[in-house]
């Protein structure tokens, strides 16, 4: 049998970083590993060829040659999705779908032939056995969760690595929080599920056999959900494997009471973690309450970050306004923070209410939900009515995004970040891409017409101060291109579109933490 794995196109959002990325000479930040997972699932006879539509285009040969085209994706490749679905029945292809963005939806995709979804380790074999007796049905769900020590090493060799800036791996999946707004629990239940030290051993030997030296994405939504075995099995384990390797640096996602741990924050950062994303979301008690995100709540958040930063952890993180309990101050509040905390990748995103979230069912309830969200995050667009008048959030929303991001507030916030930071690790390996990457900053940043002086300001004061630093500061300038250029294109986009107005909004504003249980 022939299989055709294909991985929708992102649009161009905060995550992409198409703009950053075209400096070291890349098309995509991350892989499909959710796709390359399912093909270590394929019979070994079978034949596979996985094209990623981020770094080439879908050939209507590659469809033809197929026996069955499987998709993989996630709520913000909709479009993509539908697009590449449009092709695949114009040829008459069988094509089979799964991922977060079908999880819900899968009703509105009526030219799909089947759907495997939740987690494919179990439904996933259920339909290939059911396919290939002719008796598949159209529709693959559970409400089990996956034993993933059981989960196939990826198929990595399917990917043509040399178009990607970032691996990644999976150690666990699951959460023990339970943010109102947040679908990960939803998806992937609260007790966290674990790989073996052996499995992420076997991974990341496999990269580097293929010949990976660059950053990897340990992609768990919470990577020190089981701080114990961290601590006692998998760190150790890495530290061990690191040893006279070159390259190979990790990034991850960590709630914020990481900083309470030294222990583990050490470990971390002896295993070669330097980048960690952090859901801040504000610093307003209120809202924190709100969302039930006790582990942000009656702490001192701007603390945690630069303590996580001296350990030697950059530190990226979300923010969320448009909560029920944000006043009009909100805007200046985040902008105060972010300046403050010195965090470079602030992602600055509305409210949404994720579908199976009990934010999507209180706001149901209430009759605020819209449509389907977007899944991009900086979009300046949300799935939910807000209490707040609809387009004071979205101008002091653009707002927020356009003075954290220009030219002078980014670059002080580059230096308080410096100031702070005190890698382990040096925070970049230098390959030709970085060299590229460097020459084409001073082309197009430091000899463009606006920021040029700030720039070179950045420059010569690492270089002066912090020699070792130099080459992160020349990174962390290279993402300011990128942030600016995306709120250029988001900005305008959204100004044509109507912001969602409802009669509740008119309302006096209600704190839903006020609220009887």
């Not at 200046?332 to 949404?352: H, N, P, T, W």
């Amino acid at each position: 049998m022939k299989i055709l794995m294909v991985y929708p196109e992102f649009p161009d959002t905060f995550w992409s970083f198409k703009h950053a990325i075209k400096f070291v000479g890349k098309k995509a930040c991350n892989p499909p590993l959710g796709l390359i997972t399912i093909a270590a699932m394929v019979p070994e006879d079978w034949e596979i060829k996985l094209v990623d539509t981020n770094i080439e285009p879908l050939e209507d040969q590659d469809i033809l040659n197929a026996d069955l085209v499987l998709i993989s994706a996630m709520d913000v490749q909709r479009n993509s999705v539908h697009t590449i679905a449009r092709q695949c029945k114009r040829l008459g292809a069988t094509i089979v779908a799964g991922g977060p963005l079908f999880t819900g939806e899968y009703q509105d995709f009526p030219e799909i032939d089947y759907f495997v979804l939740n987690e494919g380790e179990i439904t996933f074999p259920e339909f290939l056995k059911d396919w290939m007796t002719g008796d598949a049905r159209r529709v693959y769900e559970t409400k089990e969760y996956a034993e993933i020590t059981k989960s196939p090493l990826p198929r990595y060799e399917l990917l043509k690595l040399s178009a990607y800036d970032s691996m990644g791996i999976q150690f666990s999946r699951g959460c023990p929080y339970n943010c109102d707004f947040c679908n990960v629990t939803a998806l992937l239940g609260h007790k966290p599920r674990i790989k073996t030290a052996d499995q992420i051993i076997a991974e990341l030997d496999y990269l580097y056999r293929l010949g990976w030296r660059r950053n990897i994405f340990f992609v768990d939504d919470n990577f020190i959900g089981n701080k114990k075995i961290l601590k006692s099995e998998i760190l150790p384990a890495i530290i061990q494997w690191k040893k006279g390797k070159k390259g190979c640096l990790f990034v991850t996602e960590a709630s914020v009471n990481l900083a309470d741990d030294d222990e583990l924050m050490n470990l971390m950062a002896a295993a070669g973690f330097i980048n960690i994303f952090v859901g801040i979301e504000t610093p307003d008690e209120a809202a924190l309450q709100e969302c039930n995100k006790k582990q942000n709540s009656q702490r001192d958040l701007l603390a945690s970050v630069h303590k996580m930063q001296q350990k030697g952890f950059q530190v990226m993180a979300g923010f969320i306004v448009g909560f029920d309990s944000d006043s009009e101050n909100i805007f200046d509040r985040q902008v105060d923070f972010i300046q403050k905390s010195g965090i470079i990748a602030a992602m600055v995103g509305l409210l949404q209410a994720p579908y199976g979230t009990s934010l999507y069912e209180r706001l149901k309830s209430e009759g605020r939900i819209l449509k389907e969200m977007s899944g991009d995050n900086a979009d300046g667009t949300t799935n939910i009515i807000p209490l707040m008048d609809a387009e004071k959030l979205r101008s002091g929303y653009f707002s927020l995004l356009s003075r954290i991001n220009a030219y002078p507030n980014f670059y002080q916030r580059v230096d308080t970040f410096l100031d702070h930071y005190k890698p382990l690790h040096h925070p970049v390996t230098l390959q030709w891409a970085e060299i590229q990457a460097f020459l084409r900053s001073i082309v197009w940043i430091g000899l463009a017409k606006e920021g040029k002086r700030q720039y070179w300001r950045l420059f010569f004061r690492t270089l002066l101060k912090y020699p070792s630093k130099f080459p992160l500061a020349i990174t962390l300038a290279i993402y300011g291109y990128h942030f600016r250029k995306i709120i250029q294109v988001n900005a305008h986009q959204s100004a044509l579109q109507p912001m969602p107005t409802h009669p509740a909004a008119a309302l006096p504003r209600i704190r839903h933490h006020e609220l009887p249980s």
